[in-house]
């Protein structure tokens, strides 16, 4: 339920704007990405984890930027954006989608992984293990940064970049306090592994 209003927005906006023109095949698939996340982690992702409860405020604040966002980054690709009919073959359209594509597909796995850290009726914590927690503690983090600099660099808009740094230095922080955490619980956790960013930090 938090982050519906960053999938209902866009498709709103898309509803209202009436009959549709066509538009350029990288500005939908664009609009594509931005939906597709949001429909995972909407529609699917939550019936996959085990809820735990959490404070009534950042529901608050999590529901209000997304409420922003899903309006800021669905009214620009519907109503501003200009992209030219070759842009799906633009070096920032392709890169961009494939760096997507690549933290998406990370994002997933990361967090199949720590889904099978524990067993129904479980609550001791556990070294996350295999994918990308090889090299780091936070990868299912990194996996959504990683996302949403992709779709920053396939959209090319002030919008999309604005919200991959707020992503970047909202979640980061997270990967840096569960990393500190697991050395403190886990004499044996893997010194090799970085907070966020395999191999650097």
């Known amino acids: 339920a938090l982050e519906l209003p960053s999938f209902v927005?866009?498709?709103?906006?898309?509803?209202?704007?009436?009959?549709?023109?066509?538009?350029?095949?990288?500005c939908r698939l664009l609009c594509a990405t931005f939906g597709g996340h949001y429909f995972y982690r909407t529609f699917i992702y939550p019936f996959l984890t085990r809820g735990r409860p959490f404070p009534l405020h950042i529901l608050y604040f999590g529901m209000l930027f997304c409420l922003y966002n899903g309006f800021l980054q669905g009214y620009y690709l519907i109503y501003c954006a200009e992209y030219p009919t070759d842009w799906c073959f633009n070096i920032r359209f392709t890169s961009g989608i494939l760096l997507f594509s690549l933290g998406m597909g990370i994002n997933i796995h990361s967090d199949l992984l720590l889904r099978q850290l524990r067993k129904p009726g479980e609550t001791t914590y556990k070294i996350p293990q295999g994918g990308l927690?090889?090299?780091?503690s936070g990868a299912n983090y990194f996996g959504e940064i990683m996302e949403w600099f992709g779709y920053a660099i396939a959209t090319w808009s002030l919008p999309a970049f604005a919200f991959a740094f707020f992503t970047l230095c909202f979640i980061g922080p997270r990967a840096i306090h569960?990393?500190?955490?697991?050395?403190?619980?886990?004499?044996?956790?893997?010194?090799?592994?970085?907070?966020?960013?395999?191999?650097?930090?």
Do not use: Q
């Not at 906006?13 to 549709?20: C, F, S, T, Y």
């Open 178 to 201: 569960h990393h500190r955490f697991y050395l403190r619980t886990f004499t044996d956790y893997p010194k090799s592994r970085k907070a966020l960013i395999p191999f650097i930090f």
């Open 133 to 136: 927690f090889t090299y780091v």
């Open 9 to 26: 927005l866009p498709a709103l906006l898309l509803a209202l704007r009436g009959p549709p023109r066509l538009e350029p095949l990288g």
